[in-house]
C-alpha cells in the first residue's frame, strides 16, 4: 500500500539517512545489555500467552525499521539460532545494521530496503517480528499492522509500540511550535537543530515548553532531533492501540514492560477503595486497567505491546490454582538470561561466602527493586542451570538442603519441603525468572 504522503516519507527517510538511528559504536556488544536482551526474548512472550517454553532454534525474526541494527544485533544475541532479517526504508541504516551484525559473527542475517507497508513483497514469513520505535512514524499505523499481521506465522508473536500521547505531550507541542517556526519544513539538518537549540534558550526558565524538555538529552544532536525534532512523530493512547489492533485483526498479548502497568501499584490501599471503584475495577477488561493507568499515571513514554493473531493463546491456569497433581507434572525452566554460565558462577561465589544471590540482575525489566534469594533457597535452584528440571527433584534437593527447621529444629518433612519449593517458585515465576511449564510432555514447537 502506497502511503498517504510520499513527501512525509521521503523526509524520514532523509532524516534517518542523515542520521541513522541509534547511534550506538558498531564494536559495541549487547551481550550485558541484561533490559534489551530480555525486551528482545521471544521465550519471555511465547511464555506470557501460552505457559510453554520454546526454544529459539531455527525461529526466524524480522527486525521492521531495523535502523542502524543495534535491535538486531540484540534480537540474535537473545535468541541463539535464530534468523533476523532486517528492514527500513534509510539505506544508510540498512548497510550498518549489516555491517553491524557482520562484526559480531552473526551471518544468518539478511537486510533490505523496503518499507513496512511493503512488507508481505519479501515473500517471508516470520515467528517473531520486532517493530522498536518505528510504529508511530507510520502515516497509517493500521495499514503498518496489517502488513506485519500479513507475514507473520500462525502461532507469531510482533512487538511493537507507539508514543503515548499523555506522556509526551510536551514535546509534541515542541515540535509543533518548531514546525510553525518553519525548522521541520526539512529533515532537521545541524542548522535547524542549532537553531531550535538557541530558540529554547532565549526562552525564561520557567516558559513550560522549555522547562518540560530541556534536560541532558537534549545536549545531544540525536536527542534533539529524536524528540523535539522528530519528523512524522505522533501520540496514541490505549483505546487507539487497541482500535487498531482490532483493525488489523491482531490480538494483544502483553504489555512489554507490565509490571509498570500494574494498576494495583496505584492505590494507597486496595482493601480500602470505593465501592463502586472496587466492583468497577474487578469487572474491568484489560484494556480499560490499562486505560485507566495510562490516565492517572502516564509514566510510560511508550505504549510497548505484544499481539499475535486472535485465538492462539492456550487456556491459561492461574499458577495459584494448581493442585498437587499439577505441581507433580511441572517443568521447571529458568529464563534463558537467569540461566547463563556468569550467573551460575555468582551463585556458587555467593553460596560460598553466604551471600544472597540477586536473582533480579539478570531480568532487570520487571522488577521495581533488587530480588535477593537467601543462598540456601538459591542452592535449590543450581541444578536448574544444567537444563529444566521436574518440581519433584527440586523439592527432595531442598528438603536435603533445609533438613530441620531452624527455629523448632523440627525434621522437614516432604509434604513440607513441597510447600515451600513451590513458594519459592511461585514468587520467582512472578518476575518470570523461572518459567513453569504445566505438562508431562516436551513444550510445543511454533
Ligand atoms: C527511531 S528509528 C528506530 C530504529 C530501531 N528500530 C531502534 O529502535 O533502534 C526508526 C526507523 O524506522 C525507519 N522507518 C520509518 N518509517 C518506515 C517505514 N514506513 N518502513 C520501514 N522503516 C521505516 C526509519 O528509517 C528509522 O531507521
Same mark, same amino acid.
Not at 194 to 222: C, G, H, I, W, Y
Given at each position: 500500500m502506497e502511503p498517504k504522503d510520499p513527501e512525509l516519507l521521503d523526509k524520514i527517510r532523509q532524516q534517518f539517512d542523515s542520521a541513522p538511528y541509534?547511534?550506538? =559504536?558498531? !564494536?559495541?556488544? =549487547?551481550? !550485558?545489555d541484561y533490559q534489551s536482551l530480555y525486551i528482545h526474548n521471544l521465550v519471555t512472550p511465547y511464555y506470557l500467552r501460552n505457559q510453554k517454553v520454546i526454544s529459539t532454534e531455527g525461529k526466524v525474526i524480522l527486525d521492521a525499521g531495523c535502523g542502524s541494527g543495534y535491535k538486531s544485533l540484540v534480537l540474535a544475541e537473545a535468541n541463539p539460532g535464530a534468523r533476523i532479517v532486517g528492514i527500513d526504508i534509510s539505506e544508510e541504516s540498512v548497510k550498518l545494521a549489516q555491517q553491524r551484525l557482520e562484526y559480531h559473527g552473526f551471518t544468518n542475517c539478511e537486510f533490505h530496503v523496503l518499507k513496512i507497508e511493503d512488507l508481505p513483497k519479501l515473500g517471508l514469513e516470520f515467528d517473531y517480528v520486532n517493530a522498536d520505535e518505528v510504529l508511530y512514524l507510520l502515516p497509517d499505523i493500521v495499514a503498518g499492522l496489517k502488513a506485519m499481521q500479513a507475514v507473520l506465522k500462525p502461532a507469531g508473536i510482533i512487538r511493537s509500540n507507539l508514543h503515548c500521547a499523555f506522556q509526551r505531550a510536551d514535546y509534541f507541542r515542541a515540535q509543533k511550535m518548531f514546525e510553525l517556526i518553519g525548522l521541520m519544513d526539512e529533515s532537521p539538518n545541524e542548522v535547524a537543530i542549532e537553531l531550535a537549540r538557541e530558540t529554547l534558550k532565549s526562552l525564561?526558565?520557567?516558559?513550560l515548553v522549555k522547562q518540560q524538555t530541556q534536560n541532558q538529552r537534549m545536549d545531544s544532536n540525536e536527542g534533539m532531533v529524536a524528540?523535539?525534532?522528530?519528523?512524522?512523530d505522533k501520540g496514541f493512547t490505549i483505546p487507539d492501540l487497541f482500535n487498531a489492533l482490532r483493525m488489523a485483526d491482531l490480538e494483544f498479548i502483553s504489555m512489554v514492560n507490565w509490571r509498570y502497568w500494574e494498576l494495583t501499584d496505584l492505590f494507597k490501599s486496595m482493601d480500602d477503595l470505593p465501592a463502586f471503584l472496587a466492583i468497577g475495577l474487578a469487572e474491568a477488561s484489560t484494556q480499560e486497567k490499562l486505560y485507566l493507568y495510562e490516565l492517572l499515571h502516564p509514566i510510560n513514554r511508550l505504549l510497548d505491546f505484544w499481539c499475535g493473531h486472535p485465538k492462539v493463546a492456550q487456556p491459561l491456569t492461574e499458577?495459584?490454582?494448581?493442585t498437587d497433581t499439577d505441581w507433580h507434572h511441572v517443568q521447571v525452566h529458568l529464563h534463558p538470561q537467569v540461566g547463563q554460565e556468569k550467573a551460575r558462577e555468582q551463585l556458587v561465589e555467593c553460596l560460598n561466602t553466604h551471600r544472597p544471590f540477586v536473582i533480579s540482575q539478570y531480568v532487570?525489566?520487571?522488577?521495581?527493586t533488587s530480588i535477593n534469594l537467601e543462598s540456601i533457597q538459591a542452592a535449590s535452584l543450581l541444578p536448574l542451570w544444567d537444563g529444566p528440571q521436574p518440581f519433584s527433584v527440586l523439592v527432595d534437593r531442598w528438603q536435603k538442603i533445609q533438613p530441620f527447621h531452624p527455629l523448632t529444629l523440627e525434621p522437614t518433612t516432604h509434604v513440607i519441603a513441597f510447600k515451600q519449593m513451590k513458594a519459592l517458585l511461585i514468587g520467582i515465576e512472578a518476575f518470570l525468572y523461572a518459567f513453569l511449564e504445566h505438562s508431562p510432555e516436551k513444550s510445543q514447537e511454533f
Amino acid at each position: 500500500m502506497e502511503p498517504k504522503d510520499p513527501e512525509l516519507l521521503d523526509k524520514i527517510r532523509q532524516q534517518f539517512d542523515s542520521a541513522p538511528y541509534p547511534r550506538i =559504536p558498531l !564494536e559495541q556488544s =549487547p551481550k !550485558e545489555d541484561y533490559q534489551s536482551l530480555y525486551i528482545h526474548n521471544l521465550v519471555t512472550p511465547y511464555y506470557l500467552r501460552n505457559q510453554k517454553v520454546i526454544s529459539t532454534e531455527g525461529k526466524v525474526i524480522l527486525d521492521a525499521g531495523c535502523g542502524s541494527g543495534y535491535k538486531s544485533l540484540v534480537l540474535a544475541e537473545a535468541n541463539p539460532g535464530a534468523r533476523i532479517v532486517g528492514i527500513d526504508i534509510s539505506e544508510e541504516s540498512v548497510k550498518l545494521a549489516q555491517q553491524r551484525l557482520e562484526y559480531h559473527g552473526f551471518t544468518n542475517c539478511e537486510f533490505h530496503v523496503l518499507k513496512i507497508e511493503d512488507l508481505p513483497k519479501l515473500g517471508l514469513e516470520f515467528d517473531y517480528v520486532n517493530a522498536d520505535e518505528v510504529l508511530y512514524l507510520l502515516p497509517d499505523i493500521v495499514a503498518g499492522l496489517k502488513a506485519m499481521q500479513a507475514v507473520l506465522k500462525p502461532a507469531g508473536i510482533i512487538r511493537s509500540n507507539l508514543h503515548c500521547a499523555f506522556q509526551r505531550a510536551d514535546y509534541f507541542r515542541a515540535q509543533k511550535m518548531f514546525e510553525l517556526i518553519g525548522l521541520m519544513d526539512e529533515s532537521p539538518n545541524e542548522v535547524a537543530i542549532e537553531l531550535a537549540r538557541e530558540t529554547l534558550k532565549s526562552l525564561k526558565d520557567a516558559v513550560l515548553v522549555k522547562q518540560q524538555t530541556q534536560n541532558q538529552r537534549m545536549d545531544s544532536n540525536e536527542g534533539m532531533v529524536a524528540n523535539c525534532l522528530l519528523v512524522g512523530d505522533k501520540g496514541f493512547t490505549i483505546p487507539d492501540l487497541f482500535n487498531a489492533l482490532r483493525m488489523a485483526d491482531l490480538e494483544f498479548i502483553s504489555m512489554v514492560n507490565w509490571r509498570y502497568w500494574e494498576l494495583t501499584d496505584l492505590f494507597k490501599s486496595m482493601d480500602d477503595l470505593p465501592a463502586f471503584l472496587a466492583i468497577g475495577l474487578a469487572e474491568a477488561s484489560t484494556q480499560e486497567k490499562l486505560y485507566l493507568y495510562e490516565l492517572l499515571h502516564p509514566i510510560n513514554r511508550l505504549l510497548d505491546f505484544w499481539c499475535g493473531h486472535p485465538k492462539v493463546a492456550q487456556p491459561l491456569t492461574e499458577i495459584s490454582t494448581w493442585t498437587d497433581t499439577d505441581w507433580h507434572h511441572v517443568q521447571v525452566h529458568l529464563h534463558p538470561q537467569v540461566g547463563q554460565e556468569k550467573a551460575r558462577e555468582q551463585l556458587v561465589e555467593c553460596l560460598n561466602t553466604h551471600r544472597p544471590f540477586v536473582i533480579s540482575q539478570y531480568v532487570q525489566l520487571p522488577a521495581l527493586t533488587s530480588i535477593n534469594l537467601e543462598s540456601i533457597q538459591a542452592a535449590s535452584l543450581l541444578p536448574l542451570w544444567d537444563g529444566p528440571q521436574p518440581f519433584s527433584v527440586l523439592v527432595d534437593r531442598w528438603q536435603k538442603i533445609q533438613p530441620f527447621h531452624p527455629l523448632t529444629l523440627e525434621p522437614t518433612t516432604h509434604v513440607i519441603a513441597f510447600k515451600q519449593m513451590k513458594a519459592l517458585l511461585i514468587g520467582i515465576e512472578a518476575f518470570l525468572y523461572a518459567f513453569l511449564e504445566h505438562s508431562p510432555e516436551k513444550s510445543q514447537e511454533f
